[in-house]
């Protein structure tokens, strides 16, 4: 395999603080990728980037923001094109999880779990794309869940937005492929983080590791000849 080189790309990392984020981002700074970090909390931020900041020379940004608000959205493009002259790697990792009944669910989280699960991946990849198309390379990883292709009890919010996020890397693959864009799908299990614990009704130590499910997205990032693997599903071998 032809493995593309990600030092000195730019890369944009939503949700860099979560379980799954927070190891993309330390494989990413150890390839020598400069990050602009996005995260609800502004403390974690600072701990991540004082552990990664002196990895390869690597440029850092961060920005806390809750991405469910659309003017925060628009902030943080702005933000991140000051600090960027072009991005070439976006990684949709920020994600919000709700398990109640279809009669105990409401609208107020719907839309809350809709505009960060979609609208948010929907938005960093139209603005981001143009780079990506004007250079003739790019990489759009979306992080959707094994939802994406299921169902489950009280997980009509969840499971909605997920297969949303699979239609949506679906249609940008064959919209981008042309200009050298790819877009990929990772949809991982339950996975050992703190949105995992919400999964009560499950084993939590049979959950997948977030370091297995960071090194599969960087994984994927490093094709760059005809080969294309646009959708993962990372399953457990054990359910309990």
Not at 104 to 129: T, W
Not at 231 to 239: F, G, V
């Amino acid at each position: 395999m032809v493995q593309i080189e990600l030092k000195n790309k730019n890369c944009v990392i939503t949700g860099a603080t979560g379980g799954i984020g927070k190891e993309i981002a330390q494989i990413l700074a150890r390839k020598g990728c400069n990050l602009f970090l996005i995260s609800t909390d502004n403390k974690k931020l600072f701990q991540l980037e004082s552990k990664i900041k002196n990895l390869n020379n690597i440029k850092i940004f961060t920005f806390a923001t809750d991405l469910s608000n659309y003017e925060n959205l628009e902030n943080v493009v702005s933000k991140i094109k000051e600090s960027f002259d072009s991005v070439d790697i976006v990684i949709n990792s920020a994600g919000i999880f709700y398990v109640d009944s279809l009669i105990d669910s409401s609208i107020e989280k719907f839309e809350k779990a809709f505009n960060i699960n979609v609208r948010a991946p929907f938005y960093l990849s139209k603005i981001f794309s143009e780079d990506m198309i004007a250079q003739n390379w790019g990489r759009i990883v979306n992080i959707g869940s094994s939802s994406s292709y299921s169902g489950f009890k009280n997980g009509s919010i969840y499971c909605t937005t997920k297969h949303a996020v699979l239609g949506l890397s679906r249609s940008l693959h064959e919209e981008l492929k042309s200009k050298n864009v790819r877009c990929y799908c990772i949809s991982p299990a339950s996975t050992k983080t703190e949105m995992g614990k919400i999964s009560i009704e499950q084993n939590f130590e049979t959950f997948l590791d977030p370091i297995e499910v960071a090194e599969t997205v960087v994984f994927v990032l490093l094709f760059d000849e005809n080969l294309v693997i646009n959708e993962i599903r990372l399953n457990r071998m054990k359910i309990e």
